[in-house]
C-alpha cells in the first residue's frame, strides 16, 4: 500500500511564526504536490514538485515555499505565517511515468491554526 | 473560473437507499477523470479513474459513469452505508495540464440510519 504521511495531523501557531509542514512518500514517486483545502473552495494547488530540488508554482504559491532535497520528502514551509493561512494541509504524491493515469495519493493532512 | 461543478453540494439520505452524484467539467483536451471519497479529516483516497476511452468504473458499490461528449460524470453509490457518509471529490485531468489537476469542490453526503 501506499503510503504518504505527514508529520503533523493538528498545528496551533502564532502569527509570525516560520512554520515547516513535512511529509513523507514510501513509493518512490518522482511527483509530490502540496495543496490547502478550504471550505467552499475545494482543493487548491500551493506547489509541485517532479524530481529532487526542483519545483513549480501552483495556483496560490504566495506566502509559501517549498524544499525537496530528497526524493522522498518534500517540506511546504510558511516563512511567516498569518491568520488567512489557517486552513487544512493536504500533501500527495504520484509517479510520473503514467500520465493518462497519473493518480494522486493523499496524506491524511495537517489542520493548521493560526492564532 | 472552476472548470469542474459538482451537484448537489450536500445530500442527505437514509440508510440502504441509492444515490447519485454529478459533476460537468469543461477542462479540453480532457485526459482522464478520478471520483475520490474524503473522511471528515482525513485525506482523499481514490474511488474510481477513467479515461476518455471508459464509460464506466466500478469499484464495490460505487459505479462512476463518463460521457465525454457531453462532459458529464456520475457516481452512483449502491445500498448505503453509514461509512459512505464523506465529501465525493471529482477530479480532471487535461492533456495539456501536465501534473495539473482540476477539482471539483465536491458533494457532502450524510447517511442516517
Known amino acids: 500500500d501506499v503510503k504518504v504521511t505527514q508529520s503533523s495531523r493538528y498545528l496551533v501557531k502564532r502569527t509570525g511564526e516560520k512554520v515547516f509542514l513535512e511529509c513523507v512518500q514510501d513509493m518512490d514517486h518522482e511527483n509530490m504536490f502540496w495543496y490547502r483545502q478550504d471550505p467552499g473552495l475545494g482543493l487548491r494547488l500551493i506547489y509541485f514538485?517532479?524530481?529532487?530540488?526542483?519545483?513549480e508554482k501552483g495556483d496560490i504559491p504566495e506566502g509559501y515555499s517549498v524544499s525537496r532535497e530528497k526524493k522522498e520528502r518534500f517540506s511546504l514551509i510558511l516563512e511567516s505565517a498569518s491568520t488567512n493561512q489557517t486552513s487544512m494541509y493536504l500533501c500527495?504524491?504520484?509517479?510520473?511515468?503514467?500520465?493518462?493515469?497519473?493518480?494522486?495519493?493523499f496524506g491524511p493532512g495537517t489542520r493548521l491554526t493560526v492564532l | 473560473k472552476n472548470q469542474v461543478e459538482q451537484s448537489p453540494q450536500s445530500l442527505i439520505i437514509l440508510e440502504g437507499k441509492n444515490c447519485t452524484l454529478q459533476c460537468n467539467y469543461t477542462v479540453s483536451p480532457f485526459s482522464n477523470l478520478r471520483w475520490y471519497k474524503q473522511d471528515t479529516g482525513r485525506g482523499p483516497v481514490s474511488l474510481t479513474i477513467?479515461?476518455?476511452?471508459?464509460n464506466t468504473k466500478s469499484n464495490g458499490r460505487y459505479t462512476a459513469t463518463l460521457d465525454a461528449d457531453t462532459k458529464q460524470s456520475s457516481l452512483h453509490i449502491t445500498a448505503s452505508q453509514l461509512s459512505d457518509s464523506a465529501s465525493y471529490i471529482c477530479v480532471v485531468g487535461g492533456v495539456r495540464s501536465g501534473y495539473a489537476l482540476n477539482f471539483g469542490k465536491g458533494t457532502s453526503l450524510l447517511v442516517t440510519p
Open positions: 477513467m479515461t476518455f476511452s471508459e
Open positions: 500527495a504524491s504520484s509517479f510520473a511515468w503514467e500520465r493518462t493515469h497519473n493518480e494522486q495519493f
Open positions: 514538485s517532479y524530481d529532487v530540488k526542483m519545483k
